[in-house]
């Protein structure tokens, strides 16, 4: 088989015989170098470009992208703070420290809440015609230019035997001082009834401002738990105004003497004075009237008050006998 060399001979001067051409080849060539050299100089002028709107743009993309990078650490650092609270339950220690705080305020005793809200609102009443007298407590029950005042009916009448015949009085002097005052406003007797053991009074000159003893709320049902706290204001044995606390014993009680009252019956302490003194719940709203007590040496704390059925009962008798409004304060129960 022949190779190159078979050519020429290497002893020989003569150029060794050049290998034929094809001249379709040669311009094959030409043609590619020249769209290798248009490609190239396409990727050099692209290269450039990019090279020139980075420069421009270099400043923007640094900014986004520090912003991003900002904005990436201050998410994981935001996210490990919320996986460290939620771990550990800070907010809601914190809440429940809060909630905690707030309702150690509220967890005043009746006795403090009643003497805040309702002592201004009581005045020690004293009766007398004659030789006769008594002193106890009556209460504000409106405001405004028309001011009532609530009492029992044994404590501003008097009773005058005669043989066998017992008649009842009114007093002719009434008068009433209020917690922390010296001066006292003479009252008169509105309307009073026997049977339900109220009365209703009225100032006959002047009155006191609402501002300074305003009128006392009044629970608008009988709703009442056993148990549940009261408190009372009262005059037990004419010391003065003073605060007793306890629980309702018993309620909806009916005696046979008198089934046109109703009681509730409480251990707050009561005494003598203590009669027409108002009974508060927790949040300071009247729901009874003191009335009477077990006077037995054997008996311990066994009090009774009027309902507020009773009490408004009796208001609405006495609006409908003088064709009187009595714009007392209503508020719901339970």
Known sequence: MDDFYNFYDSNSNQTPPSEPQDSSSTVKLKRTNIALIVIAVVLAL???????????LKDTI?????????????????????????????????????TDSALSKLETSIGESVKKNCMSSVAVISCSSGTKGSTATAFLITNGTERYMLTNHHVVTYEVETGFT??????????????????SYPVEVVYSDADLDLALLTFKYSYPSDSTHPAVRIANSD??????????IGNPKNIGLSITTGVISCKDIIFSDNPEAEY??????VNSGNSGGPVFDKNSVLVGVVESKVADASVDNMGFALNISTVRKFISAAETAKSIT?????????
Do not use: C, W
């Not at 509730?264 to 302490?269: C, F, H, R, S, Y």
């Open 166 to 183: 017992t008649k009842t009085y009114l007093h002719s002097n009434i008068s009433v001082k209020f917690y922390g005052e010296s001066n």
């Open 223 to 232: 709703f009442a738990d056993l148990g549940e706290e009261i408190a009372i």
């Open 62 to 98: 640094a900014t986004q992208y520090g912003s991003a990078i900002a904005d990436s650490v201050r998410d994981e650092y935001s996210n490990a703070i919320s996986d460290s609270l939620s771990d550990k339950d800070i907010v809601s220690d914190i809440t429940d420290a809060a």
């Open 46 to 56: 692209a290269l450039i470009v990019n090279v020139i709107v980075l420069a421009t």
């Open 326 to 334: 009595v714009n007392y304060t209503p508020v719901s129960r339970g």
């Open 264 to 269: 509730v019956m409480i251990d707050a302490a």
